[in-house]
């Protein structure tokens, strides 16, 4: 299947995809502070391993929380990784732990682990493919320096990246986050699977 032509009915399935798994966090992370936390993806961007240069800023300095994704049925079905810009991580701060910085590197721990379990909750919803997340790692760096090291360890890449533009919010305040999908060869057999149910 050639993902670079998807029209925008195949485009809005796979965003449906970003949608539940950003509402399924949204419900646990307002849970698990006490306020209304929203989270919705605006955009998605389907981009060619080879063109991902392109793409990313490679002088973007960011805070980088990386899961590994198990396909119970084919093993290794890639990697989620969550990026939050520097000049981002005071407002997640401010919304998710009122201004108190100190815990900033836990907190966007917690929510990467919450915005992997919520994926694979919503691929297993959608698809009915059960994915097990990897306990979630930590990165600050240049935001294609730990793509390049991800991409390195895959053992079956795909060809394309998925990235999920996506926006946090409470009440009065938002911020800008990116989750990226690496997906492994079998991976992507399930994306178009998906994207086929719309055709």
Do not use: W
């Not at 997340?133 to 935001?143: E, G, K, L, R, V």
Request: aromatic letters at 6%; hydrophobic letters at 45%.
């Amino acid at each position: 299947m050639d993902f670079s032509r998807l029209g925008e009915l195949e485009i809005e399935a796979i965003k449906e995809l970003g949608n539940i798994g950003a509402g399924h966090a949204a419900t646990s992370l307002s849970q698990m502070i006490g306020k209304t936390i929203e989270m919705s993806v605006p955009e998605v961007k389907i981009v060619e391993i080879s063109k991902i240069h392109e793409v990313v800023d490679a002088e973007r300095v960011v805070a980088g929380v990386i899961t590994g994704l198990n396909d119970l049925e084919n093993g290794e079905a890639g990697y989620l990784y969550i990026v939050f810009p520097e000049e981002t991580t005071k407002k997640i701060a401010n919304i998710i732990l009122d201004g108190n910085e100190e815990m900033l590197e836990s907190a966007l721990m917690e929510i990467g682990n919450i915005l992997s379990s919520s994926f694979c909750s919503a691929t297993a919803e959608m698809l009915g493919v059960m994915l097990i997340p990897t306990p979630p790692n930590f990165a600050m760096d240049y935001s294609i320096a730990i793509l390049d090291a991800l991409l390195s360890q895959m053992a079956s890449k795909g060809d394309h990246i998925l990235i999920f533009n996506t926006e946090l919010r409470d009440e009065d305040k938002s911020v800008k986050i990116e989750i990226m999908l690496l997906p492994s060869e079998n991976f992507m057999k399930y994306i178009a699977k998906l994207v086929r149910m719309v055709e």
